[in-house]
Every structure is written in structure tokens, then in C-alpha cells.
């Protein structure tokens, strides 16, 4: 088989991972950067392009080499346009992404969802392979889902599918930065339990390792796993509502495995292992015995993996 590399672009709402990966689904060369979402999207794009050449001279390729380059982005995309219709943890609404992108590089682009990436990474090689249904669940700044039907990505004819994050679990909740209130992002995503965790928490600032960072998702998690009672009681609350989520997406799509994906994956034993017992406990009839819910094979790199397979679906390819 003759080697084939994409570049695969992950946006996300404080990291850019950007990698060049093989027909294997092997990341042969990487470089994350901050997202610096303040700077606006054409600084983004240009440090985006600078970071393509950059791990292009890692791996020992050309531009002239790569089949495509597909970018994942934290929000609803218009693909064929390549346009951004709206990304609140960028603070993006309708931004014409791929334009800036298409002025640098005549190699085909596709673009689409970061959790549709994920899904898609999981179902080509990793804890998906192999399933003909399965919800993939990213979890980060905010949160969003990904469906394989059939062995397909689903995408809908609104191009909001997958938006679990903003499925609504509070009538009245907290506001959210799509300018709704009561998201399910604002009560499990990493970025709520950071905001919770400086509200509940009377001592966070002894909690806190890095002064520069302030407060971080990860302090809390350390802080719970050390039996810190208010670290304990933020990420219970956030399992709880994550565990809604996922109840109702299993109700709703009957997925052979639910996946769980992003950087919040890595807490095993806080988030995973506590969400299976409340699905267990809380979904209808036997249907939890039915569904597996697991961790990502691949890690906070299943976005960028996906994106760079975006290629195997028009779907997604920027006609620009």
C-alpha cells in the first residue's frame, strides 16, 4: 500500500493541535499551540499556517506531499462554503475560515466539526472499529458529540446535529456563552467545573500549581482525588449532569458503545467509571447492560486524527 499523509487541524477553545498523519491513522509529526482566541481568526489562521509548514519539515515532507489538510472547529460549520456559522468558544459567527486558509494552500481543504472528527477517528481506529452505531463524546472547553449511523457520520439537514452540549438539562441555568441558559456544557464541560470550582471551592487558591494559569480543571481533579470534600463535590455535580447527557443520548439513538473522548477522558476514575454507574442506575430497563461506555483509544488527538480523514467524506470538502 502506498503511503498516504493528510495534515489533520484541531481547533479548540485554548489548544490548536495540528499533526501530520498517515494512511494508519499515525500521527508522524505534531505541534499544538495556544488558540490565542482574543487575537481574532486571521491571527489564528496565519499561526495555523505557520504550524503546517512547521510539522510538514518535522515529518520530512512537502506541501506538494499531503492529500489534504481538514481542520476540526468547535462549532456549527457550513463545509462546502467553509464557513464558520458559529463557534462560541472562539467567539466566531459566521466567519469565512477556509477563504484565509485557501489564499495559502491550493491543496484540497475540508472542514467540519471537531466532535464529528472525533467520532470519526474513533469508528476508523479506535474504540469504535468495528460498530455500525456509536455516540462520541468530546469533552473539553465545551462539549459536543459526534454519531456514527450505519457506519456513516450523521450529519443532519441543519447542521447543528450533535450538539449535545447545548442540549438544554435547567430551564432557568446558568448562562452559556451560545447565549441560551441552562446548557449542558455550562454544568459538565471542563471550563464549567473551572468556573464552579472558583465559586464552591473557599480555598482554591491553595489548590491552584501553576500562578500564571489560575485555577485549572486538573487542580480540581487533583483535588478530589487527594479528598478535598468541595474539589469532590464540583466533579460529582458534573458527573451527575454528564450522566444525563449521555442517558438521554442513549434513549434517544441506541448507540452500541458511547465513547467519551477530550481532554477530560484522562480522569478515569472521576468522570468515566462514576458516569457508568449512573447510566446503570438511571437509563431505561436494561438498555445500559447493552451499551458499552468507554474511553477514547486515541485521546485528545482523536479531533485532529479525524480531521485529517475528513477526505474520505465530500461531505465535508470546501469547495472554494
Known amino acids: 500500500m502506498n503511503e498516504i499523509y493528510t ?20 500521527v508522524r509529526a505534531l505541534s499544538s499551540i495556544p488558540t490565542a482566541v482574543e487575537a481574532g481568526y486571521k491571527v489564528i489562521a496565519s499561526h495555523i499556517i505557520d504550524q503546517i509548514y512547521a510539522v510538514l519539515d518535522q515529518a520530512g515532507l512537502k506541501l506538494a506531499d499531503v492529500k489534504s489538510l481538514g481542520f476540526g472547529i468547535p462549532g456549527t460549520v457550513n463545509s462546502k462554503e467553509g464557513v464558520v ?33 472525533a467520532a470519526w477517528a474513533e469508528f476508523l481506529f479506535g474504540a469504535g472499529v468495528g460498530c455500525q452505531n456509536l455516540v462520541c463524546l468530546t469533552l473539553g472547553t465545551g462539549i459536543g458529540s459526534g454519531l ?33 441558559h441552562g446548557c449542558l456544557e455550562t454544568y459538565a464541560s471542563g471550563s464549567a467545573i473551572q468556573k464552579q470550582g472558583r465559586e464552591m471551592i473557599d480555598d482554591y487558591q491553595a489548590l491552584i500549581r501553576d500562578e500564571q494559569k489560575g485555577l485549572t ?66 437509563s431505561y430497563g436494561n438498555v445500559a447492560e447493552l451499551v458499552e461506555i468507554t474511553r477514547a483509544k486515541l485521546g485528545e488527538y482523536a479531533p485532529m486524527v479525524g480531521a485529517a480523514f475528513f477526505y474520505r467524506d465530500d461531505r465535508y470538502r470546501y469547495e472554494g
Not at 7 to 17: E, P, R, S
Not at 99 to 117: K, N, S, V
Not at 254 to 266: A, D, H, R, W
Request: aromatic share 8%; charged share 15%.
Open 85 to 117: 456559522l458559529f463557534a462560541p468558544n472562539l467567539q466566531w459567527q459566521n466567519i469565512a475560515f477556509a477563504q484565509q486558509l485557501r489564499a495559502e494552500f491550493a491543496t484540497p481543504i475540508y472542514i467540519g466539526q471537531d466532535t464529528h472528527a
Open 7 to 26: 495534515i489533520g487541524v484541531d481547533i479548540g477553545g485554548t489548544k490548536i493541535n495540528i499533526g501530520v498523519v498517515d494512511n494508519q491513522g499515525q
Open 217 to 282: 480543571t486538573p487542580d480540581i481533579f487533583l483535588a478530589a482525588e487527594q479528598d478535598h470534600p468541595q474539589a469532590q463535590q464540583v466533579v460529582a455535580e458534573a458527573v451527575a449532569y454528564l450522566g444525563m447527557g449521555i442517558v438521554n443520548l442513549i434513549h434517544l439513538f441506541g448507540p452500541e458503545k458511547v465513547i467519551i473522548s477530550g481532554g477530560m477522558s484522562n480522569a478515569e476514575a472521576l468522570i468515566l467509571e462514576p458516569v457508568q454507574t449512573f447510566v446503570r442506575e438511571r
Open 148 to 180: 456514527i449511523i450505519n457506519q456513516q457520520l450523521y450529519l443532519g439537514s441543519l447542521k447543528y446535529v450533535g450538539e449535545v452540549g447545548h442540549s438544554l438539562v435547567e430551564l432557568n441555568g446558568r448562562p452559556c456563552s451560545c447565549g441560551n
